[in-house]
């Protein structure tokens, strides 16, 4: 069975613009998670959604924001890029309630 | 909010050592889980525990959800070189939204040959 994959690994972006991030989730798992991990901040949860709801929000400002699809394969999408967005954003899927797995992550760089 | 404490925060050993690592909170958790990070990649789980008092191994690797609920320990015996990169506890609760995942800041191994 594949993993969680992630597209596009690399990515850099200069202030101001916004970035499309993409996460496919392991087959059959309808949750899925997004993290921001940064050195100074660890992984922090930014949202989830289950059945292409929203179910739950971590604590960032609203120019962060995601959807998923119909497939389970969800977006997360960042607005008005600032330095500080620079980080490894995370995916993780799971089949509902029990144990994330994690994708490769995508690395975005604002310059 | 939750939060969970993990120690030590990094760690250097001999390769053949065996490493204990800890994770603590003073919230109750319905599952722990531990994870493996190395550099540029995403978190791979390693164990997921489900029961308070539950001990389960996953070759080399032993971890033990705690009796409180509060907390989990990691044990890896006999290091080896491929063993370098990080360990993150998570714990999962539910509140009305859903469920929800709690990670530590991480234990940085090193092993020395």
């Known amino acids: 069975k594949a993993g969680v994959t992630q597209t596009p690994r690399y990515l850099i972006k200069t202030r101001g613009q916004q970035v499309t991030l993409s996460c496919s989730p392991i087959?059959?798992?309808?949750?899925v998670s997004w993290y921001q991990q940064t050195p100074g901040q660890g992984l922090q949860f930014l949202f989830e959604?289950?059945?292409?709801?929203?179910?739950n929000k971590g604590n960032f400002p609203g120019r962060f924001s995601g959807r998923q699809f119909s497939n389970s394969r969800s977006e997360m999408n960042v607005s008005t890029l600032e330095l500080g967005d620079s980080a490894l954003y995370l995916c993780?899927?799971?089949?509902?309630?029990?144990?994330?797995?994690f994708g490769p992550g995508t690395r975005l760089t604002v310059l | 909010g939750q939060q969970l404490n993990q120690s030590p925060q990094s760690m250097f050993i001999q390769e053949g050592e065996d490493v204990s690592m800890n994770c603590t909170s003073s919230?109750?958790?319905?599952?722990w889980l531990w994870y493996k990070q190395e550099p540029g990649e995403g978190p791979v789980l390693l164990i997921a525990?489900?029961?308070?008092?539950e001990l389960t191994s996953n070759g080399r690797l032993t971890a033990q959800f705690g009796i409180t609920r509060k907390d989990s320990f990691l044990n890896i015996s006999a290091s080896i070189p491929s063993d370098v990169g990080i360990y993150f506890c998570?714990?999962?609760?539910?509140?009305?939204?859903?469920?929800?995942?709690?990670f530590g800041p991480g234990t940085r191994l090193s092993v020395l040959p």
């Open positions: 525990l489900y029961k308070a008092g």
């Open positions: 998570a714990g999962r609760y539910r509140d009305n939204y859903g469920q929800n995942f709690v």
């Open positions: 993780a899927s799971s089949l509902g309630e029990d144990e994330q797995f």
């Open positions: 087959s059959g798992h309808r949750s």
């Open positions: 919230s109750i958790f319905n599952t």
């Open positions: 959604y289950f059945s292409e709801t929203q179910r």
